[in-house]
């Protein structure tokens, strides 16, 4: 069960977009529509972002969206604003186990 | 609204047992699947394992051999137990609510160090 690979950074000016790539296998992205995000900020515990791939759940802004091709999941944040600054995760259920991505760091320029 | 808070020691010596309890509030901690995650300082997410409230678990392949989890539905917790702990597992340990989709519901997070 090796960790899902993301980019290890990403960038943007304020109201630009970002996009940030998760690549499994078919035993794990590949095999079930169940990629979710977390928001992670300093000192604090992750935030759901996107579940099932592509679902926002309550309170999420819609400038965070979701998909998935094949082995690989991707998180796009349109509309950058300062308090998306953080660090990302994906992560995916993989027949009763669960696998994390290695994390990505998005800064706003 | 549904809350996690992990407790136990913040220090553990190396070869010995980390315990941790996490205590469910605002809702029943019946019908679901928990799940132990930790955090290595400046790392990522590492799912350890689940435990459904029947006892039924699943754990992480590579620390299969060490865990243990468990639940105590009359007093709304479950708990892990690491044993043989070494430097490497020095972590912030997260309790959450596990569902296939994604796990919607985090404690705070506690911080174990094992050190002698």
């Known amino acids: 069960q090796s960790a899902l690979t993301q980019p290890p950074s990403a960038s943007g000016s304020p109201g630009q977009s970002v996009t940030i790539s998760c690549t499994g296998t078919s035993s794990d992205v590949g095999g079930y529509n169940y990629v979710s995000w977390y928001q992670q900020h300093p000192g604090k515990a992750p935030k759901l972002m996107i579940y099932?791939?592509?679902k926002r759940p309550s309170g999420v802004p819609d400038r965070f969206s979701g998909s998935k091709s094949g082995n690989t999941a991707s998180l796009t944040v349109s509309g950058l604003q300062a308090e998306d600054e953080a660090d990302y995760y994906c992560s995916s259920y993989a027949g009763s186990t669960y696998v994390f991505g290695t994390g990505t760091k998005v800064t706003v320029l | 609204q549904v809350q996690l808070q992990e407790s136990g020691p913040g220090l553990v010596k190396p070869s010995e047992t980390l315990s941790l309890t996490c205590t469910v509030s605002?809702?029943?901690?019946?019908?679901?699947?928990w799940s132990w995650i930790r955090q290595p300082a400046g790392k990522g997410l590492e799912w350890i394992g689940r435990?459904?409230?029947?006892?039924?678990?699943n754990y992480n392949p590579s620390l299969k051999s060490r865990v243990t989890m468990s639940v105590d539905t009359s007093k709304n917790q479950f708990s892990l137990k690491l044993s043989s702990v070494t430097a490497a597992d020095t972590a912030v340990y997260y309790c959450a609510r596990a569902k296939a989709m994604g796990f919607d519901y985090w404690g705070q997070g506690t911080l174990v160090t094992v050190s002698s």
């Open positions: 435990i459904y409230t029947s006892g039924s678990t």
């Open positions: 099932e791939v592509s």
């Open positions: 605002g809702g029943s901690i019946s019908s679901y699947y």
